[in-house]
Structure formats: structure tokens, C-alpha cells
């Protein structure tokens, strides 16, 4: 198959597009012609050795944890998918070698869901990661419930703006922080947005939520998450998906995890509207170096997609 993969850590200069073996279907997994797949800052990072600490990398590695495709075979244990059937997955595994950057990918089942019917598959694959984390953080890192109020930071980005549209479904009242071109953005989502400015931004928050605000999500770390961090109202709760510091200042430094159910639920809410993914931009498999380039840049109002004919 044609693939995207690279052999020793680094930047987009280190990626290399040829062809690799089929991959193999485990007993659990589904084989999936994959149609697109997003990129995420956590792709580049992984690929620039950020998280070798952490994860094992298996040379070559293909990059690329978001995807969406059409099953073409299901493994022998799987009942779930069968042949021709739309999926979408975060297909993150516990080390760094079969990614999604690829013409097919193995995805174990514990990591799809369907497609949402009313999404492209450009739009399906930038949906998994960040729709996961923001989900997850809202329901089990912070406990929003309905008629609180929840600070967003980088409200704007793809964490951000999913945590925007679910927050709001949930009944919340949402606070943006968002620098000045993503204002419009974030308001449409349905928050009140408040700049990133180190001066203004508390008395920003205050004039708001004169009382604090109950539920903190931060997915930008630094400066501006101990300085949201003292705007929680007694009680509050404080999640970072960012910085490891959220722990000293009483909150959760949290991961996403891949949850088919999650994941399901994240494909319902797109196709009853509550969802927008939007894509900015496009790049074809063997541009994905380009693709890189793009995400790391910012300043995206959508997700980077890399595309599979």
C-alpha cells in the first residue's frame, strides 16, 4: 500500500512517501480503506519525539491517529463492522507504528464508531480526537451539568470549539477565550467570547461571572491557565488537556482515551446538528508533509485533512 511513514525522529522533513506492507487484521480489528485523515498538533510532537518518554516508536512509523474510511474486512472475532460499512476512528494505539496516514489501517474495534450520515469523509476524520477530548473532558474530567458556567481557553482551536458546541448542548452557559480573529468564530459556536489578554482577561471573566466560573478547560497551558485558574468560583473544577501544572493548582491533567461508545455518541450529535467540523484545509496522502507544515502554523479556523483516493 501507499503510505506515509518515517524512520527516525523529526520534523515534516523526516516523513517519506512510498510503499509499506498491507497491514495485518488481528482477531479484534477491522481493516479500513481509509478516505481521509486529520492532522493533529499531537501527530507532529509524537513524529518530533515530545512523547518518546512515554510511548514506544516501532520504525517505520506511520503517522496519524484520525481517520475515516469504508470497512473492507473485519477481523474473525469482530461482529460489529462488516464489509462496505462507513466508519470514523481515533485508532491510537499504545505505541507509535500503525497510523492513519495510509491508503489502509488496522483499527481495533474498541477505536470506531460509524460515520456520521451527515458528514463528508473529510469532515468525519477531523472529528474523532478532538471530539473525544473535548467530550470526555466535559462528562468525566469536569462534570459539567446544565446552568453552569464553563471557561473555555483557545475556544477557537479544535478542542476548544467541539468543548464550545457540547458544553453549550448541554445546557451551559460558555465563556470563549479567544484571540482577536477568532471572536466570530467562537460566538457562533455559541459562547461569550473573552480575549487572550494578560491585562484585561480577568477583569474580562469577572465582568461576566461576577461570582466565578464553575468548570475550567484549559487546552492551551501557560500563563493564561493560572491566571483562569483563579477565576473559579468556590467548588469549581479546573481539567488541562495542556499542562501538567493543572494538578499543583487543584485540577486534572487529562488525556483522551479512544471509546467506541463515546465516539458513537460524538457521530450522533453531528448528524443532529449540534456538531460543526469544519475542514480548512485539504492535502492529497503524499503531501502530508505540507499537511504538517499547515497544523503547526495555525491560525486555521478548521481542521487540516490529508486525503486518500
Known amino acids: 500500500m501507499k503510505a506515509i511513514s518515517y524512520r527516525r525522529y523529526g520534523g515534516p522533513e523526516v516523513l517519506e512517501y512510498g510503499e509499506l506492507p498491507d497491514p495485518k487484521v488481528g482477531p479484534d480489528e477491522v481493516l479500513v480503506k481509509v478516505r481521509a485523515a486529520a492532522v493533529n498538533p499531537v501527530d ?17 512509523v506511520v503517522p496519524g491517529w484520525d481517520v475515516s474510511g469504508v470497512v473492507v474486512r473485519p477481523g474473525v472475532s469482530v461482529t460489529e463492522w462488516a464489509e462496505g460499512d462507513e466508519v470514523m476512528g481515533y485508532v491510537r ?3 507509535l507504528a500503525h497510523g492513519t496516514f495510509a491508503e489502509y489501517v488496522a483499527a481495533p474495534v474498541r477505536t470506531l464508531a460509524r460515520k456520521p450520515r451527515s458528514c463528508s469523509f473529510e469532515e468525519a476524520a477531523g472529528l474523532p480526537l478532538v471530539g473525544l477530548t473535548a467530550y470526555q473532558a466535559l462528562h468525566t474530567a469536569l462534570s459539567v451539568r446544565s446552568g453552569e458556567t ?3 481557553l483557545a475556544a477557537g482551536g479544535g478542542v476548544g470549539s467541539m468543548a464550545v458546541q457540547i458544553a453549550r448542548h448541554l ?20 459562547a461569550e467570547p473573552v480575549l487572550f ?3 484585561t482577561f480577568a477583569h474580562q471573566v469577572k465582568e461576566l461571572a461576577p461570582h466565578g466560573v464553575d468548570a475550567l478547560l484549559d487546552t492551551l497551558g501557560g500563563p493564561f491557565l493560572q491566571h483562569a485558574a483563579k477565576l473559579l468560583a468556590p467548588g469549581g473544577r479546573l481539567a488541562s488537556i495542556a499542562d501538567g501544572e493543572a494538578l499543583a493548582l487543584g485540577g486534572r491533567y487529562f488525556w483522551v482515551r479512544p471509546d467506541a461508545t463515546d465516539l458513537a ?3 450522533d450529535l453531528a448528524d443532529e446538528g449540534v456538531l460543526d467540523v469544519r475542514v480548512a484545509k485539504t492535502f492529497p496522502l503524499e503531501r502530508a508533509a505540507d499537511a504538517q507544515r499547515a497544523n503547526a502554523e495555525g491560525g486555521l479556523q478548521g481542521k487540516v485533512v490529508v486525503t486518500v483516493p
Open 265 to 267: 455518541a460524538l457521530a
Open 171 to 190: 445546557g451551559c452557559r460558555v465563556l470563549g477565550a479567544v484571540r482577536e480573529s477568532g471572536v466570530e468564530r467562537v460566538r457562533e459556536l455559541g
Open 197 to 199: 489578554d494578560e491585562r
Open 93 to 95: 494505539e499504545d505505541f
Open 150 to 152: 464553563v471557561l473555555v
Open 44 to 60: 507532529w510532537k509524537a513524529q518530533a519525539g515530545y512523547l518518546d518518554g512515554m510511548i514506544d516508536a516501532v520504525f517505520p
